[in-house]
């Protein structure tokens, strides 16, 4: 009695004589193939092996361009290109690049000779603005502050500052968390400027730097 692998063997070779130079299709959906497609496999619980080569069986043959085998050995599929085996699951044969030409250009290369450089995408450049006033000093690192809270009472305008004033600027005054102006009046007191008035249980916080 035959095997069941002769007979599929017949079958599949009955099939390609059948065909000849025809386009083949095995698989789901036998009756949809692409125009393009010379032979077509489609399922969706079945797939395709390859060859199952070790590495030495693999070296010792070379194949047309383009053959393909599963290297037991490193785990990964390999191409012959002609001359060599190429190890598809290597790193270093990807070398996709994006290079900033710091000219507003940019250049990919896509590590097979196919290099795409960018114009300049920021266009013309105007001229360049007057520079903005400087800002006021920051704290030294050194500098040490004192801050105060105080609850007021409706109407209150004036509070009295955590140590006598030397320098207004070194003081910022705070009324329910949001900064307002002020001004000196004697060398512990300020005043509320711009008709702030404070309201019942409003919460000011002075912070005084040293």
Not at 25 to 40: P, Q, R, V
Not at 112 to 124: A, C, K
Request: proline letters at 4%; hydrophobic letters at 35%; a negative charge.
């Amino acid at each position: 009695m035959k095997s069941n692998k002769t007979y599929i063997l017949t079958a599949l070779t009955m099939l390609l004589v059948s065909y000849g130079f025809t386009q083949v299709k095995i698989g789901d959906n036998i009756d949809a193939i692409a125009n393009t497609s010379l032979l077509e496999l489609e399922s969706t619980n079945k797939v395709l092996v390859l060859s199952r080569l070790t590495n030495d069986q693999m070296m010792s043959i070379a194949p047309l361009p383009g053959g393909m085998a599963y290297n037991i050995d490193t785990g990964c599929i390999h191409s012959y290109d002609g001359n060599k085996w190429i190890n598809l699951c290597d790193s270093s044969l990807r070398t996709f690049s994006f290079i900033d030409n710091e000219d507003g250009s940019f250049t990919i290369n896509n590590g097979n000779e196919s290099v795409f450089t960018s114009p300049n995408l920021t266009g013309p450049k105007g001229e360049k603005g007057d520079t903005g006033p400087e800002g006021p000093a920051g704290a030294d690192g050194l500098s040490q502050q004192e801050q105060i809270i105080i609850v007021a009472s409706n109407g209150q305008t004036r509070f009295n500052t955590p140590a006598p004033i030397v320098d207004d600027k070194k003081i910022s005054v705070y009324r329910n968390g949001i900064r307002i102006a002020f001004r000196a009046i004697d060398s512990t007191t300020i005043e509320l400027e711009n008709e702030i008035i404070c309201y019942q249980n409003d919460n000011i916080r002075i912070v005084q730097i040293l």
